[in-house]
């Protein structure tokens, strides 16, 4: 299995956004609801109409875990949530429906469905379904939440399995003594 990274660069992720929403608004939800929840992908397409609309959280029973994960939608995702079922029409069942029927996409529709959208946008990184639990946990990380915290939030050991896990680079921790000057 190849390892994939988090989309550090802001930009990228706008542009990725923009170029999904363009392409399929199933997909554009896919994408946000999975860079701003943490989920990893076998729990995000899991996820029903039910569990989203009018919802103020998503409380699901993680699957690899086995755990209760219960967190607040963004107004990022509220939003997303909203467009996407006022677009589709969609009132009940499985929230990333294939054409196929009410069951979801695969994992592997979801990985091509990401990788072609980066590498449309110029993404040059390895990408692929877990880059967006990867980009949650990396953007948490420089937005100054602890590293206990997103530990914490993605079910991780120790901190160290989590900064290795979002790709903290080693440039970016010695950046921390070259910028302090005190």
């Known amino acids: 299995m190849e390892l994939v990274e988090p989309i550090r660069n802001k930009k990228q992720i706008t542009a990725l956004k923009a170029y999904l929403k363009n392409q399929n608004i199933r997909d554009y939800l896919l994408f946000v609801l999975g860079i701003n929840s943490g989920l990893r992908i076998s729990d995000l397409l899991k996820l029903t109409v039910e569990n989203v609309k009018n919802q103020d959280r998503i409380s699901i029973r993680e699957q690899k875990t086995g755990k209760m994960k219960d967190f607040p939608l963004s107004e990022t ?106």
């Open 77 to 182: 995702c509220k939003k997303a949530i909203n467009e996407y079922l006022k677009s589709t029409g969609i009132t009940t069942g499985t929230l990333f429906a294939s054409r196929k029927g009410n069951k979801p996409i695969t994992r592997v529709q979801a990985y091509r469905i990401l990788s072609e959208g980066a590498k449309t946008v110029g993404i040059t990184e390895s990408i692929g379904t877990h880059t967006l639990r990867k980009t949650f946990g990396y953007h948490a990380y420089i937005n100054g939440t602890d590293i206990t915290r997103i530990q914490k939030l993605l079910n991780h050991s120790a901190p160290s399995v989590t900064l290795s896990y979002i790709g903290i680079t080693k440039e970016e921790l010695d950046n921390v003594y070259i910028s302090l000057n005190l």
